[in-house]
């Protein structure tokens, strides 16, 4: 019961965290442009992973979609971490490595309405 509480919890917190970074990139915030514009990504390409990125957090609340809401949220992270490596910014990719790893051990505590 416990440990369901606990991963409702870290669930809730992805999802708010998911929701505020795809709505920040979906309505192209600068701060948002300019980190994606180093990497020479255009607007809509910001708008894009914007549309995904909320479309992961939705899919994470709902015990059938939550495993593909949680790559579909991995993928994005990671893909952040490699172009932060790229360019050879440890500390940003190092940044990212909590939010990561979040994802994966929500997925290892899996949904807590999924039926036994």
Request: aromatic share 10%; hydrophobic share 60%.
């Amino acid at each position: 019961m416990i440990v369901k509480i606990i991963n409702s919890i870290l669930i809730l917190f992805a999802v708010f965290m998911g929701t505020k970074h795809g709505w920040n990139m979906l309505t192209a915030k600068p701060e948002m442009l300019e980190m994606f514009g180093k990497w020479n990504f255009s607007k809509n390409a910001v708008i894009f992973n914007g549309v995904v990125t909320l479309l992961a957090s939705l899919l994470i609340l709902f015990p059938k979609t939550f495993v593909w809401g949680n790559l579909l949220m991995a993928i994005g992270i990671l893909m952040i971490m490699c172009l932060q490596l790229l360019h050879r910014d440890l500390k940003g990719a190092a940044i990212e490595v909590p939010f990561l790893l979040l994802n994966l051990v929500i997925v290892y505590l899996q949904h807590p309405l999924k039926n036994p």
